[in-house]
């Protein structure tokens, strides 16, 4: 009998193994796209030498000349590529922030009268970076840092932005040529809040002074204990806290030029890079591990992830602030790197989801910050090393050879416990660069110890392969690690004979 492998889009793996059957159950490096599963792009190298320290911001633009350029911010330097060259532009007298988080902060995270009333607790959090432009001036803010301004000459360092607070959690642009402080200094005591936003005056990033002429302000937010992170929405601005997200709209009004509204609590943030907003939609993790997205102008919700278990259960403790989230908008795709505690405390795995049909997908590398193709035409990331990799290009691992896999279920062939001899396999591979390897794994039953057949080699342009697997209970693993490598499976036929009752 001939037998079709025909899966549904999307990895199934928060039940047990047979649980799932008829569906993918693990996967690295495997993307689903239009239904069927593929190889994700290669990388390469942007440059041959890598920046200082961990990167924890990235962002490219480019100016009025129409010259590209990509600023990093790692937890020790503030870089930036330009013209083939990359530039150390670290304000004076910036000193290196923590590479790893610490437990905390709560109570017993530090020793008794460490530190001041009011002043931020930078000591428990990796350093990372808000990265923006204004026009072609790149503004840079290490958390609980100075904002700082960079004027796109590379012969020069970045400078503090006159008058703006002295401690901001995370700093960002607006549309209405405004920069916005988000948990920061309070005007007029000067205390830190991390509950407070003030925004600088329309047009003038030095003016942060409240006066009934300008559009410079201060707001106090409730609900929440410290402010996480915020991003540019419509034409508002979403600001997540610990606890919950709000929305502000710019008002027009100089006695209040700004408004925050409450969407959701519960709906927190866990670490200031783990969100990525695609169009009009935001996706996140929140302090409970758990995904969410919020389209503009609904409610913020849960994302069913069948995947989950895995990264809640191992994403490495006090770590949270190294995720790194980043749209790879080509396929529809949006990606979370994290530091998983089986690996250590980098980032050195991803998972993602597909926006197109909600499948997701595994990837069994790390990178410490990522964006999406913009002006450079490539998605752009950053190993845990310094390396700067131009993402979906090619076919290879820099150079090396890339490994994919993707298995499926535990399944039986037919109900009833029938035991099987698969015999053969008829490929259906689209673009197939390098050998693909078939590993199957049979059972007599579902709890039974799992025997391992092959690997058999599938070569390109194979149109049979023929080999001899028994068993009632059946599990099919596809891998691939070739320079270069590539596949878009289809739907491989399969050869099975009955062989009887177990």
């Not at 428990?124 to 290490?142: H, K, M, V």
Request: net charge negative; proline share 5%; glycine share 12%.
């Amino acid at each position: 009998m001939r037998i079709a492998l025909d899966v549904p889009p999307g990895l199934v793996s928060d039940d047990t193994t047979f649980s799932s059957t008829g569906r993918y159950e693990d996967a690295a490096n495997m993307r689903f796209w239009r239904g069927r599963p593929q190889t994700i792009g290669g990388w390469d190298a942007v440059t041959a030498g890598a920046a200082a320290g961990k990167c924890r911001g990235l962002i490219s633009w480019a100016d009025t000349a129409g010259n590209v350029t990509l600023g990093l911010g790692t937890h020790s330097k503030l870089y930036v590529y330009q013209g083939g060259t990359l530039a150390d532009i670290t304000p004076a007298g910036l000193s290196a922030g923590n590479e790893d988080g610490v437990s905390g902060p709560g109570f017993g995270a530090d020793s008794y009268g460490t530190g001041t009333y009011g002043s931020p607790r930078s000591n428990y959090y990796p350093r990372t970076w808000a990265l923006d432009t204004y026009g072609q001036t790149l503004i840079a803010n290490p958390r609980l840092g100075n904002i700082y301004q960079w004027t796109n000459n590379t012969a020069a360092v970045a400078a503090r932005v006159l008058n703006s607070p002295a401690s901001v959690t995370y700093a960002l642009v607006m549309f209405t040529r405004q920069i916005m402080a988000l948990g920061c200094n309070e005007e007029v005591s000067g205390t830190f809040n991390p509950m407070c936003i003030r925004f600088s005056d329309i047009e003038t990033i030095t003016t942060w002074t409240t006066t009934s002429p300008n559009n410079a302000g201060e707001v106090i937010l409730e609900g929440g204990v410290r402010i996480v992170a915020g991003r540019r929405f419509g034409s508002g601005v979403a600001v997540w806290t610990d606890n919950s997200v709000y929305f502000g709209q710019y008002t027009g009004d100089t006695s209040d030029p700004w408004r925050f509204d409450r969407i959701e609590e519960n709906s927190g943030l866990i670490g200031p890079n783990a969100v990525a907003v695609v169009g009009q939609t935001a996706y996140w993790i929140a302090p409970d591990k758990q995904f969410r997205v919020w389209p503009l102008g609904g409610t913020p919700e849960i994302i069913t992830c069948p995947i989950r278990s895995d990264f809640a259960d191992n994403l490495a403790e006090a770590q949270g602030d190294k995720i790194y989230a980043a749209s790879v908008s080509s396929f529809g795709e949006v990606w979370w790197h994290y530091p998983d505690s089986r690996d250590g405390v980098e980032n050195s795995r991803s998972l993602f989801v597909s926006t197109v049909d909600g499948s997701w997908s595994r990837g069994n590398f790390g990178r410490t910050a990522a964006i999406d193709a913009g002006v450079i035409g490539y998605p752009i990331m950053v190993s845990a090393s310094g390396q700067i990799f131009y993402h979906e290009l090619g076919g290879t691992a820099n150079g090396a050879a890339l490994d994919w896999s993707i298995k499926t279920a535990d399944q039986y062939i037919q109900d009833g416990g029938e035991q099987f001899m698969i015999r053969s396999i008829y490929p259906d591979f689209e673009d197939q660069v390098g050998a693909v390897s078939l590993t199957v794994h049979t059972r007599k039953y579902p709890q039974a110890t799992a025997k391992t057949h092959g690997p058999f080699v599938l070569a390109e342009g194979r149109g049979k392969k023929d080999f001899r697997s028994t068993g009632a209970v059946f599990a099919l693993k596809f891998s691939g690690n070739s320079n270069p490598s590539y596949v878009r499976m289809g739907k491989p036929i399969f050869d099975a004979a009955p062989r009887g009752t177990r």
